[in-house]
Structures are given as C-alpha cells and as structure tokens.
C-alpha cells in the first residue's frame, strides 16, 4: 500500500488509501469512530471474471481506464483516457480534517488533486477535484463527476430521495435497490423542483447507520445510486454537462464543485442533524436568529401601492413583525408577469412619494425593510431587453423561449454580470434596504455560446452574491426560485434563508417542510402563515397550526392581515411574541424529527444546546371531524436525546426524561387543538 489516512469527524471516520499499484484512491471504511480498525467492508480483490479490478474495487474517484465497465467519474475520452501510475498526498496529520492525493498521467499530462476535508466538529466530508492539464493538447472532459461515494450494503440498499414539482417540493420517498441504479438529476441550469440534490443510502439489513450525498453547485447536476452484484452500493455525485463536454486546454486547470458525504449511526434524522451541523457551519458568523418578516406576495400580487403596503406594514409592525418586505411589484412597468423585469427602478406610479419616503415610513413602525428581485431574467417587454437584446441567452435566427413571459440573462458574460451586480448593488447603496428576496422563476432553455454555459452562470452568480454580501453584509439575502427549486448546499454558503416552495397551505407544506429538514437546517427554512384556504390546500387547519408550522424555521406571515380581526390579530401577536422566545433554540437546536405528514406522531423536537431547554412543535395530521369526541388516547410523541433520569416542566406538567423518551409526550387534539408549540424546561 503507497499510503492510508483517516480523516475524522465529530461522531464518524473517513479511511481511504493508494493500493500498491498506484492508479486510485479507494475506500477502506466509512462509519463511526473506530470503524477502519478491522477489514474493509467495502474492499475486495478477489476474482473478477469479464471485468477489471477497479470494476469492482470502491474507487474514490475514477477514471474510465481505472472502472471502465462499472461507472467513471472522470470521463476525458477514449483516445486521451488517463493511466496514473504514482500518488502522493499531503495530510494534516494532527487534526485528521484535510487530504490531498495527486495523481498524474505522463502521456497526456493531466494532473488530478483529489480534495477531502471534514470540517471540525461535523460529520461531513468535503470532496473537490482539482483538474490541471499540463500536457500540449487540448482535453476534452465528456464527464465530469466531482466524487464517487462507495456504501457497505450486503442486504439491499434502501435509497431515499426527495422528488417534487412547483409547489410541491422536498417529498420524501425511498426505492429498494436490488441490482441496478437509480439516478436523480436536473438540466434546468438550477437543481430544481423535479428532485432535490439530495440521496441517502442505507443497508436494508441496518437501517440504523445513513450515509447521505449532496452537491454544492446551484447548476445543472446529477446523482447515481448503483448497487452492484457484490452488494457495494457506489454513489457518483457531480455536474451534469449540459452544455456538452469542458474543454480544458494546456496550461488551463479547473476545480469541480464540490461533493458533501455525511454519515450518521442514527438513520435519516441523524443524518438530518449531520446536515443541519455542517449548513450551520456554511452560515459561519451569519447564522442567528432571523427577523420575523412579513412578504406581501399572497395580499396584494402585483397590485403594490404604496397606501396598500403601508397598511399592511403598520398591522404587521404591531403584531411584532421585524421586517417588511415588498415581493414583485414595486418596479416599473410590472403591473403583471408579462413586463418590468430588468428594469429595477422603483416605479413612481405606486410611489409617488418615492421609494425612499416610503421606506422611511415602514422604518418609522419600527421595521426593517426588504424587497423581492430577480435580476438575472428579463421580460421581452423591458427597457433592458430594448436596450441590450443580445444580452439574453439565445440561438442565432431561433426563436427564444418564452417562460413565465420572461428571458434568462447570460450571466456568464462579463458585462452581463457586472451590470447584475451594479444594478443590485446600486439599488442596495440607494436605498435602506435590509433584506432581499433574490428569485429565479426559469430554467435555461437556449444555449447561445460554445461555452461551458452552466459552468459560467453558476460561477458569475456565486462571485455576485460573494460580493454583495461583502459589501452589504447587514443585508439577508432569501434565495427562490419559484419556491425551492434552487436549494443546494453552494447557496446555503451563500443565502440566509431558502423560500422552500410556493405553496404554503398547512397540510402540503407540512409534507414540504418535512422533506426539506431532511437536508437542510432551520436557520434556512422560510415559512409563511398565509390565508385560509391556502392557495392549493384547502384542507382546513387552525390559524395556530399555521402558526406552528411557520415557527419551524423562520417565521413569517403573508396573509392579508387587514381582514384579520381583532382576535386573529391579538392570536398572531401571541404566537410571534412566543416564536421569538424560542427562535435561537429553532436557529441552534439538535433537531428531531419525530413521525411524519401522513402518520399520527407529527413533530420536530429542538434540544438547546445546552440540553436545559426542549421546544416541540407538534400538529395532528388526521381527521378534525370527530377528534375530542370520540374516545381516543392522546398522541404519545417520543422524544429523543433526553438524560433518563432529568426532570421536566412544561406549564403545571412535570415528567421524568425517561417517561419522554419511551412513552412520549403527550398531546390530545381537539377539533379546534391542532397544533402546539410546547417548552420543557428541565428542572432536575
Ligand atoms: C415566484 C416566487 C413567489 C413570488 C413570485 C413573484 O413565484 O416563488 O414567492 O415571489 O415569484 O412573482
């Protein structure tokens, strides 16, 4: 063996290691602490009629002449198809964190780094790929993958994923995989409604133990689960190449996006919490309690006015609302979704006053205040448009696709990004503005340029949003499109908060809020108590499960709320008052997820970190018709992570951690008791 590393994380290990002949990097064990001390699960060098080694040997990152047969990850073609026949690596050899491994191919030049890192105190391995071509030809990259992730499964691999549509993102549902791949991916140039960039792998004899995947790249991307005939379950997780094959010319070098791996000896929620670890991480010095805001989407669409909006504001502003945000709408010419994008300056008609009188009103109730833009598209009916056709993504002589009446800016033209960035800069310099909803209501559609257009895109929107938040670092940025369709982890780097989908009636959303704790932590869960009926789930709840609901993450409300009574208003300010008791335990908490949309234990536990504090936020799922009248026990939820012998207090009820933990907490739904929010304070 030319070397071996484990690199460890807070509750898991990471060993890889050079076998002898030098051409890969391959897996030794991935687990919990301790794991690589014993054979390999994932090793094998036996027989292996009709195929190569590297077929079935759990490759970390391999070439087509390393796995030919089985699956690459690294594709450049079959007349420059690399051979590496030498390693050598750096290792932080005391904290175990970081690892380099160099491969190279003296025949054509190509040098590949392969990357890992866990950052400290999570159980997330980090994998990018640094590609450099040193050799005279130019060469052609027909795939791209940023890292092959190789999972024990004796038994069966049980897959989870999250499929969805527009308004219908984060549904969770698993596939058994027997022999075969399962493959989730997008090509929209955004990660999409369709599938989240998000898998996780189990053994079916041990479901206890979760190893899960995600890309860090807010392009297009793909993930491939195949378990092969020995029982390894290999998972390749990367870019997709739309745009055709990279080219990467002599002297050039490229870094591939990269892949996140996360293990957790605790199932799906525990790896829910591995991710929520690591995104925290992401959020660094931003993360902390979110203002409570109020968007104006749902009350008034496009019929913003500036008497309209105050109105609002000053309702919102007393039942304890921070930040007031104006969604689509304020700008000129957008009276509708046919015009005004790319012209995004404030228009007059529905401020006479101007914008910046208006924001010194809603400033003056004691509010914060945001608005809603999605600079990198634009209408046909537009100035910009007018001005600078050409700036669009486009065909010679074609005609454009129309999508949502609107064009996608190629952003990966450098006077496209620098009007971007000057337009959003130059209106967050100008006005007071706190917050910004930053949308993306299309997917790309024409190509235009030989180019690695995805690529470019994604690279020009990270070095925006880098230095928009450099510059304006007091501003929160919530990343949309049309709803969550542009939810990975290389914009929880740089969001605050995701507008996970459209659709915020309470019994959809529940199932959507569900899927996308999952993945993501709460700090970047946007959440909305709209009206009822809500627009696609009429299914009744109480205002209080909406409420619930919304305190899951970051709360928010976009009903019309000057049709709310008095009583509504005065209920609002109740659960806004004890939201922001309880936010930094939501933003800060170890997570729980207990039970599930269809099943009759429906809740999220947050343990404060320093184990004193329990918020659980419970909702009954069933049948209100009946529920408090027929005989029926109360709904027992366990909660986890509780020291048996603690005692707890919530209001006048006192239990044992103990008693949580096995027979649950109890919560009796009404037909009116829908939903509850309960504190425990641990008192012994
Ligand atoms: C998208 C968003 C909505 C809203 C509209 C405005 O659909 O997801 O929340 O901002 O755009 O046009």
């Not at 699956?71 to 690892?99: C, I, K, N, Q």
Request: hydrophobic residues 40%; proline residues 7%.
């Amino acid at each position: 063996m030319i070397g071996r590393w484990t690199l460890r994380g807070a509750a898991s290990e990471y060993t890889v290691a050079v076998p002898d002949h030098g051409r890969w990097l391959e897996l030794v064990a991935w687990g919990p602490p301790g794991v690589s001390d014993g054979p390999s699960p994932v090793a094998y060098d036996g027989p292996v009629p009709f195929l190569t080694g590297g077929d079935a040997a759990p490759v970390e990152h391999a070439t087509e002449t390393g796995r030919p047969f089985a699956g690459a990850d690294l594709v450049v073609g079959s007349r420059a198809a690399p051979r590496f026949t030498g390693a050598d690596a750096d290792a932080d050899g005391e904290g175990g964190h970081a690892l380099a491994v160099r491969f190279a191919d003296d025949v054509n030049g190509l040098r590949v780094t392969l990357h890992y890192r866990i950052p400290p105190g999570t159980d997330v391995v980090e994998r990018w790929v640094e590609l450099a071509n040193d050799g005279p030809e130019p060469l052609r990259l027909e795939r791209a993958g940023s890292a092959g992730f190789s999972v024990p499964t004796p038994h069966g691999a049980r897959v989870s994923y999250q499929w969805g549509q527009w308004a219908q993102e984060f549904q969770l549902d698993h596939v058994d995989l027997g022999h075969g791949a399962f493959l989730v991916g997008s090509a929209q140039g955004v990660p999409g409604h369709r599938y989240a960039p998000w898998l996780a792998v189990r053994d079916r004899g041990d479901e206890a133990q979760a190893w899960g995947f995600a890309l860090a790249w807010t392009g297009s991307w793909e993930i491939e689960a195949e378990r092969d005939t020995g029982g390894l379950t290999r998972v390749r997780v990367g870019r997709r190449l739309v745009d055709g094959p990279l080219e990467l010319a002599p002297g050039e070098r490229l870094t591939l996006p990269t892949a996140a791996g996360a293990f957790s000896a605790e199932g799906l929620a525990g790896l829910a919490r591995a991710w929520h670890g690591y995104q925290r991480r992401l959020a660094g010095e931003r993360l902390g309690a979110r203002p409570v805001l109020y968007n104006s989407w749902e009350a008034t669409y496009f019929a913003v006015d500036a008497g309209g909006q105050l109105e609002l504001a000053r309702i919102a502003a007393e039942i304890g609302v921070e930040t007031f945000v104006v969604d689509d709408g304020w700008f000129t010419g957008r009276d509708d979704d046919t015009a005004g994008l790319g012209d995004w300056t404030p228009d007059p008609a529905k401020f006479p006053g101007g914008l910046d009188a208006f924001v010194a009103d809603v400033r003056g109730l004691g509010l914060r205040f945001g608005l809603w833009i999605e600079p990198e598209c634009v209408n046909p009916r537009s100035r910009l448009y007018a001005e600078h056709p050409g700036w669009v993504y486009s065909v010679d002589g074609r005609p454009l696709t129309e999508i949502r009446n609107q064009y996608l800016l190629d952003l990966g033209r450098p006077e496209v990004a620098e009007w971007v960035h000057g337009t959003v800069d130059g209106l967050l310099r100008k006005h007071a503005i706190d917050y910004l909803k930053w949308d993306f209501n299309r997917p790309r559609t024409e190509a235009g340029r030989a180019a690695d257009i995805d690529g470019g895109h994604v690279t020009n929107l990270y070095r925006v949003l880098d230095e928009l938040r450099r510059d304006h670092p007091h501003v929160l940025v919530e990343a949309c499109a049309g709803g969550g369709a542009r939810t990975d982890l290389g914009m929880a780097a740089r969001a605050d908060v995701f507008w996970p989908s459209d659709n915020t009636g309470p019994l959809d959303r529940l199932a959507i809020q569900h899927g996308f704790l999952h993945a993501n932590a709460p700090h970047l869960l946007s959440s909305w108590v709209t009206d009822a009926p809500g627009l696609f789930d009429p299914r009744p709840r109480s205002l209080a499960f909406r409420f619930v609901l919304a305190m899951a993450g970051v709360l928010g409300v976009g009903a019309d709320i000057r049709h709310w009574s008095a009583g509504q208003r005065a209920e609002a300010a109740g659960w806004i008052r004890r939201y922001k008791e309880i936010r930094d335990i939501v933003v800060h908490g170890s997570v729980h997820l207990i039970g599930g949309p269809g099943q009759d234990r429906c809740a999220v536990q947050y343990t404060a970190p320093d184990e004193r504090t329990v918020v659980v936020l419970a909702w009954h799922t069933g049948r209100l018709d009946g529920a408090g009248l027929l005989p029926a026990r109360p709904v027992r939820l366990p909660l986890r992570g509780l020291a048996p012998a603690a005692r707890y207090r919530a209001g006048e009820r006192q239990f044992s951690g103990s008693h949580l933990g096995s027979v649950g907490l109890p919560v009796q739904w009404t037909a009116t008791h829908d939903a509850d929010a309960v504190v425990l304070h641990r008192i012994a």
